[in-house]
């Protein structure tokens, strides 16, 4: 079966732009969940969505933000991008949320320049 | 302070010989730990999930270890091949935390 997938694989972006992320899950997950990996910081959890509500959510300024929709899909927005944005932005889907089996997608390199 | 830290930072050894990765963590409340490898430009895979009462899993050529009551786990690689060159991720779950990452380099 497909994997989880994100969209686009790479990008680039210019100080003060805003940029949107698409993942889409395995078929039948209603949990997913997005996370920023850079190499200082490794990776950190942004936040969770199961069922179109977000469910959990790490320490990241409300520049970011998500969303899911009916099918499950999910979006992440940066708002206001920073230097610092730039990173690997990953999403993982899971039946049933994050304590449970997780499956990553390969991410979207973002770079602000 | 990251409740989950890992060492080596990093570690290169020869193809065919064992390494021993260690991850202790001190975050609350814990459900369980899992091990990921994430090779580069790729999103982490997951090699085992350990819960508090299990001591031992392996995954082929990968056996994880935890030790509750220290707070510890390994992770342990055998007959390490050139495609284990990645970086080898612990993860805490419960309250959710991640280390840092040992980066593994396997040369011929």
């Known amino acids: 079966k497909a994997g989880v997938t994100q969209t686009p694989r790479y990008l680039i972006k210019t100080r003060g732009q805003q940029v949107t992320l698409s993942c889409s899950p395995i078929?039948?997950?209603?949990?997913v969940s997005w996370y920023q990996q850079t190499p200082g910081q490794g990776l950190q959890f942004l936040f969770e969505?199961?069922?179109?509500?977000?469910?959990n959510k790490g320490n990241f300024p409300g520049r970011f933000s998500g969303r899911q929709f009916s099918n499950s899909r999910s979006e992440m927005n940066v708002s206001t991008l920073e230097l610092g944005d730039s990173a690997l932005y990953l999403c993982?889907?899971?039946?049933?949320?994050?304590?449970?089996?997780?499956?990553f997608g390969s991410g979207t390199r973002l770079t602000v320049v | 302070k990251n409740q989950v830290e890992q060492s080596p930072q990093s570690l290169i050894i020869l193809e065919g010989k064992n390494c021993t990765l260690q991850?202790?963590?001190?975050?609350?409340?814990?459900?369980?730990l899992r091990w990921y490898k994430q090779d580069t430009g790729r999103g982490p895979v997951s090699l085992t999930i350990?819960?508090?009462?299990?001591n031992t899993k392996s995954n082929g050529r990968y056996t994880a270890t935890l030790d509750a009551d220290t707070k510890q786990s390994s992770l342990h690689i055998t007959a390490s091949q050139l495609s284990d060159s990645a970086s080898y991720i612990c993860?805490?779950?419960?309250?959710?935390?991640f280390g840092a990452g040992t980066q593994v380099v396997v040369t011929p």
């Open positions: 991850c202790n963590y001190t975050v609350s409340p814990f459900s369980n």
């Open positions: 350990m819960t508090f009462s299990e």
């Open positions: 969505y199961f069922s179109e509500t977000q469910r």
């Open positions: 078929s039948g997950h209603r949990s």
């Open positions: 993982a889907s899971s039946l049933m949320g994050v304590n449970y089996g997780y499956t």
């Open positions: 993860v805490s779950w419960g309250k959710l935390q």
